[in-house]
């Protein structure tokens, strides 16, 4: 199955700053990446998501990139808030049988931005 | 609206329990997960359905089985409780097909076994 790997585990920056999460996965066959938002005491919840088809997307002030050649994607925040402090989770799905919809996690990234 | 909820926020069993989580989803959605998320670990599959009375293994099945009798409905149930499986336990739901992906999640039960 496929395997997705999260870094860095814990992230502190300023307010104003901005914030970048990387992902690699291992199945080449992957063609979906999401990124969930989980919030202290919250449930995940998607904030961004690209396919595989595009190189890049970008919602405001977050944007996903998507490098398939090295099987890696990343998440940047700019101009961070308090508000975005959260754990924030990478995940991508498989290719072969993918209307079943299973996705592999990352580990997840602590997010904290101070003001 | 999507709506994913769990039966409990908050549980505590002793060891040795029989355990039922259960979830309901109110969008017709064919499949549903169980997760368990403990920190640094991330969210880890237990098991997931994507239809009625259809499950499959995920990463950790061991200690637990599912029930899926109705298609809104998806149980996870402790056989034998023990304690570590003293977690965060988290529903969730997605429709099939390509184009639909989203997995929308429930508020999350903390189990505590003793």
């Known amino acids: 199955g496929e395997n997705v790997e999260q870094h860095p585990s814990t992230l502190s920056v300023q307010e104003g700053d901005s914030a970048v999460i990387k992902c690699t996965y291992s199945d080449s066959a992957s063609n979906y990446f999401p990124w969930y938002k989980q919030e202290l005491g919250k449930r995940p919840q998607l904030i961004i998501d690209i396919r595989s088809n595009v190189g890049e997307k970008k919602d405001q002030r977050i944007a996903v990139t998507l490098n398939k050649t090295a099987k890696h994607f990343s998440l940047h925040i700019t101009e961070t808030q308090p508000e975005d402090s959260a754990v924030y989770f990478c995940a991508a799905r498989e290719g072969r049988g993918s209307t079943l919809g299973r996705l592999y996690f990352g580990r997840g990234t602590q997010l904290t931005v101070w003001p | 609206d999507v709506k994913v909820t769990q039966s409990s926020r908050y549980l505590v069993k002793r060891t040795g329990e029989k355990v039922f989580l259960e979830c309901v989803q109110d969008?017709?959605?064919?499949?549903m997960f169980w997760y368990r998320q403990d920190p640094g670990l991330g969210l880890r599959l237990i098991y997931f359905s994507y239809d009625v009375k259809m499950k499959e293994k995920g990463d950790i099945p061991e200690g637990y089985s599912v029930s899926r009798e109705k298609k809104e409905r998806f149980s996870l149930i402790l056989e034998s409780a023990s304690t570590n499986q003293t977690s965060m336990y988290l529903c969730?739901?997605?429709?099939?097909?390509?184009?639909?992906?989203?997995?929308?999640f429930g508020p999350g039960t903390r189990l505590t076994v003793l």
């Open positions: 969730a739901s997605s429709s099939q097909g390509p184009s639909y992906n989203e997995q929308f």
């Open positions: 969008m017709d959605h064919e499949n």
